[in-house]
């Protein structure tokens, strides 16, 4: 077996001189075991045919959006559903700029928008184009979208001049594609590869891509930071990973998502808007804006319960031996939202160090939720706060109760979704 057996990766080749390495990198990648399917766009064909991929690959090569023949064998929608991982090398400034906006008249961009895999570009451009503000704010764009965008490497580029924006070579992407794999691997389940691919990198545990068809999610994730003066702030220890994993699942499901995120070190999941903010305040008046427009708010954010009654302009001095701060309480963010008019669907989490029952469910009450997913955070031998895995007693109504044992958050979220899912139809 080798390191990329089972996996499908679909390379999109874009215009430039350095879609010829593109050809070396589909054999390397095949090399390796993958199942490679290879897009071209227009661009790419002044440099290189469809026909040496194809011969390449023994696979044909998608090059229209709006071709009959290539529609009735894998459809685009088929193919934005089909890899593990999307793979555009080289990844030109044009192409950034497409993506950055959205748009869909040719089969990349339509690809890009339709999928929910991941999507990793190796930018490669004259320095100057790649050194550009519009280009780098293009990749900004991207990365905060989701899209995992690989260092140009530095040298002599093939226009004459020496700088940054050369695409590495073929082995060296297939080597940053078999590690991306990995550490899908390891961040989900061990297995044989083809349930690792499964579990890491399109859907840790099949969820019903129609299941939240329609409806607009939204999620509030990650701490809330609430500054004391310019160098100190309150906090807590959420990272943010259980919020991520369960917009990650909402795509999955057929969801719009917006996910309102205090700061995390989290890449956003491919398919999800991210807002980042930094306090109590902000996050509420972010979740305001967007309520109307949602079917289903869900609350997994660790929101500071106090802030600073005023925040210190200049650095506080230590000249006492104590030191009283005076706070005030924050807002409470889904309680606002579940007393609303044109209250969404509320769920809300409880992170709870004892009688998880009792408390949830008092919060259930007091805060006027449809659904509560309780923690338990005071188990030292099994952490919730910055793990990868969880496990939750989710409850709604009188005596509605549900355990979801302990597995990896995406699993965990997948299964929360699908019980939002069933109490939505049945409320
Ligand atoms: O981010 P991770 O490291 O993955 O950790 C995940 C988690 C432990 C943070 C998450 O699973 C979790 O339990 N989140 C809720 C933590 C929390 O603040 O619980 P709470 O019991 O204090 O609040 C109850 C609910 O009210 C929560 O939905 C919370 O988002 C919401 N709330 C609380 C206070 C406030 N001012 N506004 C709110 O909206």
């Not at 057929?254 to 808007?273: E, F, H, N, W, Y």
Request: proline share 5%.
């Amino acid at each position: 077996m080798t390191a990329l057996t089972s996996r499908k990766i679909l390379l999109a080749i874009t215009g430039g001189i350095a879609s010829y390495k593109s050809a070396i990198l589909a054999r390397r990648l095949q090399d390796q075991g993958g199942d490679v399917r290879v897009v071209m766009s227009k661009g790419a064909q002044a440099f290189i045919t469809p026909l040496t991929l194809q011969a390449l690959t023994g696979n044909p090569v998608h090059t229209d959006l709006l071709d009959e023949s290539a529609e009735a064998a894998m459809g685009h929608i088929e193919l934005a559903r089909w890899p593990d991982l999307i793979l555009i090398a080289p990844a030109s400034a044009n192409t950034m700029a497409r993506l950055a906006h959205g748009l869909a008249d040719d089969l990349l961009g339509t690809l890009c928008l339709a999928t929910t895999k991941q999507i990793m570009l190796a930018p490669a451009m004259n320095h100057q184009m790649w050194a550009n503000v519009a280009t780098q704010a293009n990749a900004d764009t991207l990365k905060k979208r989701g899209f995992l965008l690989l260092e140009p490497d530095s040298g002599h580029q093939a226009c004459g001049e020496t700088g940054s924006g050369r695409m590495p070579e073929p082995e060296d992407l297939r080597d940053q594609v078999i590690a991306w794999f990995e550490q899908q691997s390891a961040a989900g389940s061990a297995g044989n590869p083809a349930q690792i691919s499964a579990a890491s990198t399109t859907n840790p545990s099949p969820i019903n891509a129609d299941l939240l068809k329609g409806k607009h999610v939204l999620i509030t994730a990650g701490p809330t930071v609430e500054p004391i003066d310019p160098v100190r702030y309150i906090s807590n220890h959420s990272s943010g990973k259980m919020g991520y994993a369960l917009a990650a699942s909402a795509v999955e499901a057929g969801a719009q998502v917006t996910l309102v995120s205090g700061p995390t070190k989290l890449d956003t999941p491919q398919g999800v808007t991210r807002i980042d903010v930094q306090q109590a305040t902000q996050m509420l008046s972010e979740v305001e804006s967007w309520v109307p427009d949602t079917d289903v708010f869900i609350a997994v954010a660790a929101v500071a319960d106090y802030r600073m009654a005023g925040i210190a302009e200049e650095k506080i001095k230590k000249q006492t031996e104590q030191m009283t701060l005076t706070l005030v309480k924050n807002p409470d963010i889904l309680k606002t939202i579940s007393l609303r008019d044109d209250r969404p669907f509320c769920v809300g989490f409880a992170a709870e160090t004892e009688h998880l029952a009792e408390h949830a469910r008092s919060k259930l009450q007091k805060k006027k939720l449809d659904l509560i997913a309780a923690n338990d955070v005071g188990n030292r031998d099994e952490p919730v706060f910055g793990a990868d895995t969880n496990a939750l007693d989710v409850y709604w109504g009188e005596h509605g109760h549900k355990r979801i044992e302990r597995a990896p958050k995406r699993d965990v979220a997948a299964a929360l979704l699908a019980i939002i899912a069933e109490r939505l139809k049945n409320p």
